[in-house]
């Protein structure tokens, strides 16, 4: 299926179909008033963070404890843009404006209370994503419409400086490498760029592209490219880039979302000590035959948690649980899957197929939570990989109001 003109509901659900081959947060909302988040009570001891999304406009961050809440109100969160991006850092929460804004947001909770602690703006439109923490007082942050990455102190929130993208650019008269996810290995940043036309069409316009980048000197220092995938990591908070324990970097690439045809999706490796794409691996999954799914294909592997010894827990987009054209609230098309990157093995979880605004995965306490939107309900489900079980059955072992977009631990 060939898609010309998508909207931003695209790129923030991720829908895709078919593909082959491996060859706002708003000032009237401030927190610093916000009474005891969700309500619970001064027991809990919330160890989770959230965004939920009500609907296309209206999202909360709201905290949960994951072993004693079994349901979360959004009252007493904070109302944010459901399209913001999530991560943590230390004692702090941050978010991105992604599509929706141009914010770096840094917040605090202490137990009751949200309190915003700084944010800072590059200019309209820019649209921060990622958050790659150098140290205590450096950060990177990549801007999805922009070529740039932007360097800021954390514990100020001032941006100190910028690394210019556009001569790392692929493709007939762009200049925005669309940087996406990075990891740090060995003093050098590894940011994966997506090398698409545009972030209405996001058509690929070269292979799997990777700029490694010194962290010192914020000096490009190599710029590696790989014909056998294409669309390297996420335009959304920093899921597409793995490294594990013994610094093989897995880069995570998504064939623009399976729009278009010919296009290939799945993992390469930049192995321990090198500074090139591993020519002997290749961890295809638009190649690979799924016979458990309907149609027998999946079409790119999403919002990845990386739980060790090369296992890797998140979602396939299943083109055969999609409709035609797609919905994106109500089709139930990402199934969750455990990968072995290692052995390049897939099994398939006993977990509901999610909607695409839900498909987030975390590692928290040993336990894999997926926030997934389902014909069982919203929320988070937990998956024990001792047990090979899932908690609670078929439905949310903790239920959200609205369905949870992001989830880190704190």
């Known amino acids: 299926m060939k898609k010309t003109e998508l909207s931003w509901l695209v790129l923030a659900a991720a829908l895709a179909l078919f593909g082959n081959g491996c060859s706002s947060d708003s000032d009237s909302n401030d927190p610093d008033t916000n009474g005891d988040a969700n309500g619970s009570g001064s027991t809990r001891s919330p160890d989770l963070v959230m965004i939920t999304r009500i609907d296309d406009v209206t999202g909360f961050m709201v905290t949960a404890d994951v072993d004693q809440d079994t349901d979360v109100d959004s009252g007493n969160g904070v109302e944010v843009s459901p399209s913001s991006g999530l991560m943590t850092q230390g004692d702090y929460i941050y978010t991105t404006g992604l599509r929706d804004n141009d914010k770096v947001t840094?917040?605090?909770?202490?137990?009751?209370?949200?309190?915003?602690?700084?944010?800072?703006?590059?200019?309209?439109?820019?649209?921060?994503?990622?958050?790659?923490?150098?140290?205590?007082?450096?950060?990177?942050?990549n801007t999805l419409d922009t070529p740039e990455l932007i360097i800021f102190d954390p514990v100020t929130m001032t941006p100190t400086g910028a690394i210019d993208l556009s001569a790392y650019a692929l493709g007939d008269g762009d200049n925005n490498p669309n940087a996406t996810s990075g990891v740090i290995r060995d003093g050098k940043l590894f940011m994966a760029m997506a090398q698409i036309d545009t972030l209405t069409t996001f058509r690929c316009q070269a292979g799997a592209s990777v700029l490694i980048i010194n962290i010192e000197s914020d000096v490009v220092e190599k710029h590696i490219q790989d014909d056998r995938a294409c669309f390297s990591g996420l335009l959304e908070p920093n899921q597409g880039m793995i490294i594990d324990e013994v610094g093989d970097i897995y880069v995570n690439n998504i064939a623009s979302h399976g729009y278009y045809e010919g296009l290939s999706a799945g993992f390469l490796r930049i192995k321990a000590g090198t500074e090139e794409f591993d020519p002997d691996y290749c961890f295809s999954v638009t190649e690979r035959s799924f016979p458990e799914l309907p149609g027998g294909t999946a079409s790119y592997f999403y919002r990845a948690a990386y739980a060790g010894d090369g296992i890797v827990y998140g979602n396939l987009f299943v083109p055969g649980l999609a409709s035609d054209p797609p919905d994106f609230v109500n089709d139930r098309s990402y199934m969750a899957y455990r990968l072995n990157l290692r052995d390049q093995t897939a099994e398939q979880l006993d977990i509901p197929a999610s909607a695409a605004w839900s498909a987030d995965t975390i590692i928290h306490d040993g336990k894999v939570l997926f926030g997934r939107l389902t014909n069982s309900g919203a929320g988070i489900y937990t998956y024990d990989p001792s047990s090979g079980t899932l908690i609670g059955d078929q439905s949310p072992s903790l239920a959200t109001q609205g369905s949870p977009v992001w989830m880190s631990p704190m």
């Open 106 to 141: 840094k917040y605090s909770f202490d137990g009751t209370l949200f309190t915003k602690e700084g944010e800072f703006s590059k200019g309209e439109g820019v649209q921060p994503s990622s958050i790659i923490f150098v140290s205590d007082t450096k950060a990177y942050v």
